[in-house]
Protein backbone atom coordinates (compact mmCIF):
# COMPACT_ATOMS: atom_id res chain seq x y z
CA UNK A 1 0.00 0.00 0.00
CA UNK A 2 2.88 2.62 0.77
CA UNK A 3 4.25 1.58 -2.58
CA UNK A 4 1.14 2.57 -4.64
CA UNK A 5 0.52 5.55 -2.31
CA UNK A 6 3.58 6.95 -3.19
CA UNK A 7 3.69 6.51 -6.79
CA UNK A 8 0.28 8.63 -6.43
CA UNK A 9 1.58 11.01 -4.53
CA UNK A 10 4.53 12.03 -6.97
CA UNK A 11 2.28 11.89 -10.19
CA UNK A 12 -0.51 14.18 -7.99
CA UNK A 13 1.95 16.57 -7.17
CA UNK A 14 3.11 17.31 -10.73
CA UNK A 15 -0.83 17.20 -12.32
CA UNK A 16 0.34 19.84 -15.12
CA UNK A 17 3.44 17.72 -15.79
CA UNK A 18 1.80 14.10 -15.76
CA UNK A 19 -1.17 15.33 -18.18
CA UNK A 20 1.35 17.41 -20.49
CA UNK A 21 3.06 14.09 -20.71
CA UNK A 22 0.21 11.65 -21.32
CA UNK A 23 -1.13 14.05 -23.40
CA UNK A 24 2.08 13.70 -25.93
CA UNK A 25 1.66 9.74 -25.47
CA UNK A 26 -2.10 9.36 -26.56
CA UNK A 27 -1.68 12.35 -29.20
CA UNK A 28 1.15 10.17 -30.91
CA UNK A 29 -0.83 7.20 -30.69
CA UNK A 30 -4.17 8.82 -31.73
CA UNK A 31 -2.48 10.44 -34.97
CA UNK A 32 -1.30 6.69 -35.82
CA UNK A 33 -4.17 5.53 -35.83
CA UNK A 34 -6.11 7.75 -37.53
CA UNK A 35 -3.87 8.37 -39.96
CA UNK A 36 -3.31 4.35 -40.79
CA UNK A 37 -7.09 4.42 -41.01
CA UNK A 38 -6.95 6.76 -43.65
CA UNK A 39 -4.43 4.86 -45.45
CA UNK A 40 -6.35 1.85 -45.28
CA UNK A 41 -9.18 3.79 -46.97
CA UNK A 42 -7.83 5.43 -49.50
CA UNK A 43 -6.52 1.71 -50.25
CA UNK A 44 -10.10 0.08 -49.97
CA UNK A 45 -11.70 2.81 -52.47
CA UNK A 46 -9.04 1.75 -55.17
CA UNK A 47 -9.48 -2.09 -54.56
CA UNK A 48 -13.04 -1.91 -54.43
CA UNK A 49 -13.04 0.42 -57.53
CA UNK A 50 -11.07 -2.81 -59.45
CA UNK A 51 -12.76 -5.33 -57.83
CA UNK A 52 -15.91 -4.62 -59.88
CA UNK A 53 -13.46 -5.29 -62.85
CA UNK A 54 -11.24 -7.63 -64.41
CA UNK A 55 -8.07 -6.61 -63.82
CA UNK A 56 -6.27 -9.15 -66.42
CA UNK A 57 -7.74 -6.86 -69.35
CA UNK A 58 -6.01 -5.03 -72.63
CA UNK A 59 -8.14 -2.54 -74.58
CA UNK A 60 -6.98 -1.41 -78.05
CA UNK A 61 -8.29 1.48 -79.56
CA UNK A 62 -7.66 2.83 -83.34
CA UNK A 63 -5.52 5.63 -83.84
CA UNK A 64 -3.75 7.25 -86.95
CA UNK A 65 -0.16 6.99 -88.13
CA UNK A 66 2.10 9.48 -87.87
CA UNK A 67 5.16 8.00 -89.60
CA UNK A 68 5.46 6.90 -93.53
CA UNK A 69 5.63 3.11 -93.62
CA UNK A 70 5.99 0.97 -96.19
CA UNK A 71 4.86 3.31 -99.08
CA UNK A 72 1.89 4.08 -96.59
CA UNK A 73 1.30 7.32 -95.88
CA UNK A 74 0.74 9.57 -92.17
CA UNK A 75 -2.49 10.33 -91.17
CA UNK A 76 -4.08 6.85 -91.99
CA UNK A 77 -6.65 5.21 -89.71
CA UNK A 78 -5.92 1.57 -88.28
CA UNK A 79 -9.49 0.46 -87.65
CA UNK A 80 -10.40 -3.46 -86.45
CA UNK A 81 -12.84 -5.98 -87.80
CA UNK A 82 -13.23 -9.70 -87.51
CA UNK A 83 -9.58 -10.99 -88.48
CA UNK A 84 -8.15 -8.51 -85.79
CA UNK A 85 -10.20 -10.96 -83.26
CA UNK A 86 -9.07 -14.02 -85.34
CA UNK A 87 -5.59 -12.74 -85.36
CA UNK A 88 -5.35 -12.02 -81.20
CA UNK A 89 -6.71 -15.20 -81.12
CA UNK A 90 -4.72 -17.68 -83.05
CA UNK A 91 -1.26 -15.76 -83.45
CA UNK A 92 -0.50 -13.49 -80.26
CA UNK A 93 0.26 -15.41 -76.86
CA UNK A 94 -1.26 -14.80 -73.62
CA UNK A 95 -4.20 -13.53 -75.56
CA UNK A 96 -7.42 -15.21 -74.00
CA UNK A 97 -11.29 -14.09 -74.68
CA UNK A 98 -11.53 -11.11 -77.28
CA UNK A 99 -14.78 -8.86 -78.20
CA UNK A 100 -15.06 -6.11 -79.82
CA UNK A 101 -16.70 -2.64 -78.63
CA UNK A 102 -18.77 -0.17 -80.48
CA UNK A 103 -20.35 2.19 -78.87
CA UNK A 104 -24.44 4.23 -79.24
CA UNK A 105 -25.45 7.32 -77.03
CA UNK A 106 -28.78 8.07 -76.64
CA UNK A 107 -32.01 7.94 -74.14
CA UNK A 108 -33.62 4.77 -73.17
CA UNK A 109 -37.37 5.09 -72.17
CA UNK A 110 -40.43 3.53 -71.00
CA UNK A 111 -43.46 4.58 -70.79
CA UNK A 112 -42.95 8.41 -69.44
CA UNK A 113 -39.61 7.95 -67.53
CA UNK A 114 -36.07 8.30 -69.73
CA UNK A 115 -32.84 7.72 -68.56
CA UNK A 116 -29.33 8.44 -70.57
CA UNK A 117 -27.62 5.13 -71.62
CA UNK A 118 -24.28 4.08 -73.22
CA UNK A 119 -25.69 1.15 -75.13
CA UNK A 120 -22.49 -1.28 -75.76
CA UNK A 121 -22.50 -3.72 -78.53
CA UNK A 122 -20.56 -6.55 -77.49
CA UNK A 123 -19.79 -10.57 -77.80
CA UNK A 124 -21.26 -12.57 -75.00
CA UNK A 125 -17.11 -13.31 -73.95
CA UNK A 126 -16.93 -9.63 -72.99
CA UNK A 127 -19.32 -10.46 -69.54
CA UNK A 128 -15.90 -12.81 -68.60
CA UNK A 129 -13.73 -10.38 -70.04
CA UNK A 130 -15.00 -7.63 -67.88
CA UNK A 131 -16.80 -9.67 -64.81
CA UNK A 132 -20.13 -8.51 -65.52
CA UNK A 133 -22.06 -9.22 -62.70
CA UNK A 134 -25.76 -10.03 -62.96
CA UNK A 135 -28.56 -8.93 -60.90
CA UNK A 136 -31.33 -10.11 -62.82
CA UNK A 137 -31.89 -12.65 -65.83
CA UNK A 138 -29.04 -13.29 -67.85
CA UNK A 139 -26.00 -11.40 -70.10
CA UNK A 140 -26.24 -11.58 -74.09
CA UNK A 141 -25.78 -15.13 -75.23
CA UNK A 142 -24.49 -16.78 -78.31
CA UNK A 143 -28.54 -17.23 -79.51
CA UNK A 144 -28.87 -13.55 -79.52
CA UNK A 145 -25.66 -13.08 -81.41
CA UNK A 146 -25.97 -15.32 -84.45
CA UNK A 147 -29.59 -14.06 -84.60
CA UNK A 148 -28.91 -10.26 -83.79
CA UNK A 149 -31.85 -10.23 -81.69
CA UNK A 150 -32.91 -6.69 -80.25
CA UNK A 151 -32.29 -7.63 -76.54
CA UNK A 152 -30.35 -5.79 -74.18
CA UNK A 153 -28.92 -5.84 -70.59
CA UNK A 154 -29.35 -2.56 -68.77
CA UNK A 155 -27.72 -1.89 -65.58
CA UNK A 156 -29.15 -0.81 -61.96
CA UNK A 157 -28.40 2.84 -62.73
CA UNK A 158 -30.77 2.61 -65.67
CA UNK A 159 -33.26 0.09 -63.81
CA UNK A 160 -34.07 2.34 -60.89
CA UNK A 161 -34.33 5.11 -63.41
CA UNK A 162 -36.98 3.48 -65.44
CA UNK A 163 -38.70 1.45 -63.29
CA UNK A 164 -40.21 1.51 -59.49
CA UNK A 165 -38.57 -0.29 -56.69
CA UNK A 166 -39.54 -3.87 -56.52
CA UNK A 167 -40.61 -3.99 -60.22
CA UNK A 168 -38.95 -6.42 -62.09
CA UNK A 169 -37.75 -4.85 -65.54
CA UNK A 170 -37.37 -8.49 -67.64
CA UNK A 171 -39.08 -8.87 -70.78
CA UNK A 172 -39.78 -5.18 -70.98
CA UNK A 173 -39.11 -2.91 -74.11
CA UNK A 174 -37.00 -0.08 -73.98
CA UNK A 175 -36.76 2.59 -76.71
CA UNK A 176 -33.14 3.71 -77.22
CA UNK A 177 -32.87 6.32 -80.25
CA UNK A 178 -35.89 5.01 -81.91
CA UNK A 179 -35.49 1.05 -81.65
CA UNK A 180 -37.14 -1.47 -79.54
CA UNK A 181 -35.32 -3.88 -77.30
CA UNK A 182 -36.72 -6.06 -74.78
CA UNK A 183 -34.90 -6.59 -71.30
CA UNK A 184 -33.32 -9.78 -70.85
CA UNK A 185 -31.07 -8.74 -67.72
CA UNK A 186 -30.23 -6.01 -65.44
CA UNK A 187 -26.20 -5.73 -64.45
CA UNK A 188 -24.34 -4.24 -61.50
CA UNK A 189 -23.05 -0.66 -62.26
CA UNK A 190 -19.71 -0.75 -63.13
CA UNK A 191 -17.12 1.28 -61.12
CA UNK A 192 -18.25 5.23 -61.15
CA UNK A 193 -20.05 4.59 -64.58
CA UNK A 194 -23.34 5.38 -64.57
CA UNK A 195 -26.19 4.34 -67.62
CA UNK A 196 -24.78 1.25 -69.05
CA UNK A 197 -26.65 -1.35 -71.31
CA UNK A 198 -25.34 -4.13 -73.70
CA UNK A 199 -26.52 -5.40 -76.51
CA UNK A 200 -25.26 -7.93 -79.09
CA UNK A 201 -22.71 -7.11 -80.81
CA UNK A 202 -23.92 -8.14 -84.24
CA UNK A 203 -27.09 -5.97 -83.31
CA UNK A 204 -25.84 -2.90 -82.86
CA UNK A 205 -23.23 -3.26 -86.12
CA UNK A 206 -26.21 -4.02 -88.48
CA UNK A 207 -28.28 -1.03 -87.11
CA UNK A 208 -25.43 1.43 -86.95
CA UNK A 209 -24.16 0.01 -89.58
CA UNK A 210 -21.08 -0.09 -89.44
CA UNK A 211 -18.06 -2.52 -90.87
CA UNK A 212 -15.24 -1.24 -88.97
CA UNK A 213 -14.82 -0.55 -85.16
CA UNK A 214 -12.41 1.14 -83.16
CA UNK A 215 -12.14 -0.63 -80.06
CA UNK A 216 -10.96 -4.49 -78.61
CA UNK A 217 -11.54 -5.82 -75.24
CA UNK A 218 -9.59 -9.07 -74.64
CA UNK A 219 -8.47 -11.04 -71.53
CA UNK A 220 -4.86 -11.94 -71.14
CA UNK A 221 -3.05 -15.36 -69.44
CA UNK A 222 0.06 -15.23 -67.26
CA UNK A 223 1.24 -11.70 -66.64
CA UNK A 224 1.53 -11.29 -63.08
CA UNK A 225 3.74 -8.09 -62.90
CA UNK A 226 4.26 -4.74 -64.31
CA UNK A 227 7.42 -5.92 -65.78
CA UNK A 228 5.20 -9.03 -67.42
CA UNK A 229 2.80 -6.25 -68.68
CA UNK A 230 5.27 -3.95 -70.69
CA UNK A 231 7.10 -6.65 -71.93
CA UNK A 232 3.58 -7.82 -73.37
CA UNK A 233 2.61 -4.70 -74.30
CA UNK A 234 5.60 -3.96 -76.64
CA UNK A 235 5.27 -7.61 -78.25
CA UNK A 236 1.45 -6.49 -78.88
CA UNK A 237 2.39 -3.44 -80.34
CA UNK A 238 4.57 -5.36 -82.59
CA UNK A 239 2.41 -7.66 -84.28
CA UNK A 240 -0.13 -5.48 -84.63
CA UNK A 241 2.25 -2.81 -86.76
CA UNK A 242 3.22 -6.62 -88.71
CA UNK A 243 -1.02 -7.18 -89.27
CA UNK A 244 -1.67 -3.44 -90.13
CA UNK A 245 1.92 -2.62 -92.16
CA UNK A 246 2.70 0.48 -89.46
CA UNK A 247 6.12 0.95 -88.07
CA UNK A 248 6.48 -0.60 -85.32
CA UNK A 249 7.21 2.72 -83.01
CA UNK A 250 4.11 4.41 -84.33
CA UNK A 251 2.65 4.74 -81.07
CA UNK A 252 -0.28 7.07 -82.08
CA UNK A 253 -1.23 4.13 -84.88
CA UNK A 254 -2.81 1.81 -81.72
CA UNK A 255 -3.41 2.92 -78.14
CA UNK A 256 -2.89 -0.34 -75.90
CA UNK A 257 -4.71 -0.01 -72.20
CA UNK A 258 -3.59 -2.85 -69.73
CA UNK A 259 -6.16 -2.31 -66.58
CA UNK A 260 -3.74 -5.05 -64.81
CA UNK A 261 -1.16 -2.35 -65.20
CA UNK A 262 -2.76 0.68 -64.25
CA UNK A 263 -4.11 -1.57 -61.11
CA UNK A 264 -0.14 -2.62 -59.97
CA UNK A 265 0.51 0.97 -60.60
CA UNK A 266 -1.99 2.40 -58.64
CA UNK A 267 -1.35 0.02 -55.91
CA UNK A 268 2.22 0.66 -55.63
CA UNK A 269 0.95 4.63 -55.22
CA UNK A 270 -0.65 3.72 -52.14
CA UNK A 271 1.64 1.20 -50.58
CA UNK A 272 4.21 4.55 -50.66
CA UNK A 273 1.71 6.74 -49.58
CA UNK A 274 1.01 4.04 -46.71
CA UNK A 275 4.43 4.11 -45.89
CA UNK A 276 4.89 7.57 -45.72
CA UNK A 277 1.84 7.37 -42.70
CA UNK A 278 4.14 4.92 -41.33
CA UNK A 279 6.48 7.56 -41.16
CA UNK A 280 4.38 10.18 -39.91
CA UNK A 281 2.88 8.03 -37.55
CA UNK A 282 6.18 6.38 -36.10
CA UNK A 283 7.77 9.70 -36.07
CA UNK A 284 4.64 10.89 -33.59
CA UNK A 285 4.87 8.08 -31.60
CA UNK A 286 8.86 8.73 -31.20
CA UNK A 287 7.94 12.20 -29.86
CA UNK A 288 5.31 11.20 -27.09
CA UNK A 289 8.43 8.71 -26.01
CA UNK A 290 10.76 11.65 -26.11
CA UNK A 291 8.61 13.55 -23.79
CA UNK A 292 8.21 10.81 -21.63
CA UNK A 293 12.17 10.44 -21.26
CA UNK A 294 12.73 13.91 -20.54
CA UNK A 295 9.76 14.45 -18.04
CA UNK A 296 11.20 11.35 -16.09
CA UNK A 297 14.85 12.71 -16.70
CA UNK A 298 13.49 15.94 -14.83
CA UNK A 299 11.32 14.03 -12.30
CA UNK A 300 14.89 11.51 -11.56
CA UNK A 301 16.93 14.60 -11.04
CA UNK A 302 14.56 16.45 -8.58
CA UNK A 303 13.87 13.31 -6.39
CA UNK A 304 18.22 12.72 -6.31
CA UNK A 305 18.19 13.86 -3.01
CA UNK A 306 14.97 12.03 -1.55
CA UNK A 307 16.83 8.79 -3.72
CA UNK A 308 19.76 9.56 -1.54
CA UNK A 309 17.81 10.14 1.79
CA UNK A 310 15.88 6.55 1.23
CA UNK A 311 19.49 5.03 0.32
CA UNK A 312 21.14 5.97 3.69
CA UNK A 313 17.97 4.90 5.82
CA UNK A 314 18.09 1.16 4.23
CA UNK A 315 15.84 1.73 0.77
CA UNK A 316 16.99 -1.46 -1.15
CA UNK A 317 18.01 0.24 -5.12
CA UNK A 318 15.62 -1.93 -6.79
CA UNK A 319 12.88 -0.96 -4.66
CA UNK A 320 13.71 2.72 -5.73
CA UNK A 321 13.81 1.83 -8.90
CA UNK A 322 10.88 -0.20 -9.31
CA UNK A 323 8.29 2.98 -7.97
CA UNK A 324 9.93 4.82 -10.57
CA UNK A 325 9.48 2.32 -13.61
CA UNK A 326 6.21 2.02 -12.36
CA UNK A 327 4.99 5.61 -12.35
CA UNK A 328 6.81 5.47 -15.61
CA UNK A 329 4.15 2.59 -16.72
CA UNK A 330 1.24 4.25 -15.51
CA UNK A 331 1.31 7.25 -17.16
CA UNK A 332 2.33 5.21 -20.51
CA UNK A 333 -0.58 2.48 -19.99
CA UNK A 334 -3.38 4.55 -19.21
CA UNK A 335 -2.63 7.22 -21.56
CA UNK A 336 -1.79 5.04 -24.30
CA UNK A 337 -4.44 3.18 -24.09
CA UNK A 338 -6.96 6.55 -23.91
CA UNK A 339 -5.40 7.59 -27.35
CA UNK A 340 -5.82 4.06 -28.76
CA UNK A 341 -9.62 4.24 -27.89
CA UNK A 342 -10.08 7.95 -29.14
CA UNK A 343 -8.45 6.90 -32.52
CA UNK A 344 -10.47 3.81 -33.36
CA UNK A 345 -13.69 5.79 -32.10
CA UNK A 346 -12.49 8.93 -34.27
CA UNK A 347 -12.06 6.10 -37.07
CA UNK A 348 -14.76 4.76 -36.90
CA UNK A 349 -17.32 7.43 -36.69
CA UNK A 350 -15.49 9.44 -39.77
CA UNK A 351 -16.46 6.32 -41.88
CA UNK A 352 -20.05 5.89 -40.68
CA UNK A 353 -20.27 9.56 -41.84
CA UNK A 354 -18.35 9.41 -45.10
CA UNK A 355 -21.04 6.28 -46.10
CA UNK A 356 -24.01 8.75 -44.90
CA UNK A 357 -22.51 11.10 -47.03
CA UNK A 358 -22.05 8.51 -50.24
CA UNK A 359 -25.69 7.31 -49.82
CA UNK A 360 -27.84 8.11 -52.71
CA UNK A 361 -25.06 8.83 -55.28
CA UNK A 362 -24.50 7.99 -58.28
CA UNK A 363 -20.59 8.16 -57.89
CA UNK A 364 -18.99 6.86 -54.87
CA UNK A 365 -15.27 6.78 -53.60
CA UNK A 366 -15.80 4.04 -51.37
CA UNK A 367 -13.72 5.03 -48.92
CA UNK A 368 -14.14 3.57 -45.97
CA UNK A 369 -11.34 3.41 -43.40
CA UNK A 370 -10.14 0.45 -41.42
CA UNK A 371 -8.29 -0.49 -38.59
CA UNK A 372 -6.28 -3.53 -38.14
CA UNK A 373 -6.79 -4.19 -34.30
CA UNK A 374 -3.27 -6.34 -34.28
CA UNK A 375 -1.36 -3.19 -35.32
CA UNK A 376 -3.03 -0.44 -32.89
CA UNK A 377 -2.00 -3.54 -30.35
CA UNK A 378 1.13 -3.79 -31.19
CA UNK A 379 1.82 0.05 -31.97
CA UNK A 380 0.59 0.68 -28.21
CA UNK A 381 2.61 -2.03 -26.70
CA UNK A 382 5.83 -0.73 -28.27
CA UNK A 383 4.85 2.54 -26.87
CA UNK A 384 4.41 1.51 -23.21
CA UNK A 385 7.89 -0.65 -23.13
CA UNK A 386 9.54 2.19 -24.66
CA UNK A 387 7.83 4.06 -21.73
CA UNK A 388 8.80 1.94 -19.76
CA UNK A 389 12.63 2.24 -20.82
CA UNK A 390 12.40 5.78 -20.71
CA UNK A 391 11.56 5.84 -17.36
CA UNK A 392 14.24 2.86 -16.22
CA UNK A 393 17.55 4.64 -17.50
CA UNK A 394 17.84 7.82 -15.53
CA UNK A 395 16.52 5.59 -12.78
CA UNK A 396 19.23 3.44 -12.65
CA UNK A 397 21.87 5.93 -13.18
CA UNK A 398 20.58 7.81 -10.07
CA UNK A 399 20.04 4.97 -7.83
CA UNK A 400 23.93 4.40 -8.51
CA UNK A 401 24.80 7.56 -6.86
CA UNK A 402 26.09 7.03 -2.99
CA UNK A 403 23.95 8.35 -0.66
CA UNK A 404 25.81 11.10 0.23
CA UNK A 405 26.47 12.42 -3.34
CA UNK A 406 22.74 11.71 -3.86
CA UNK A 407 21.32 14.06 -0.57
CA UNK A 408 23.98 17.14 -1.53
CA UNK A 409 23.43 16.71 -5.04
CA UNK A 410 22.65 20.48 -6.46
Known sequence: MDFWQEIFMALSRN????????????????????????GNGLVNAVSSDFSDQSTNVYMIYSGETSKPFKGHGVNRSIMFNDKDIRFLETEVKNVGKVSPRIYRDG??????????????????????????????????????????????????SVRDKLFDEGFSPLGQFVFVSGVAYRIVGVSKKMGDSNGNGYVPFSTLKTITRQSQYWMLHFSVIGLETKEDNE??????????????????????????????????????????????IWIIGFAMLISGIVGVSNIMRITVKERTNEIGIRKALGAKSRSILASIVTESLIITTIFGYIGMWLGMVVAEIGGGILEKIQEGKSVTLNIVPTIDIRIVLMATALLIVCGVLAGFFPARNAVKIKPIEAMNYR
Request: no cysteine; hydrophobic share 45%; glycine share 4%.
Open 107 to 156: FATFNDKSSSIFVSGVRPVFRDINNVKMLEGRFINELDEKNSEKVIVIDE
Open 15 to 38: KLRTFLTGFAISWGIFILIVLLAA
Open 231 to 276: VFTEYLRTQLAHFHEFDPDDTSAVYIRSRQEEYLQTMKIFKTLQLF
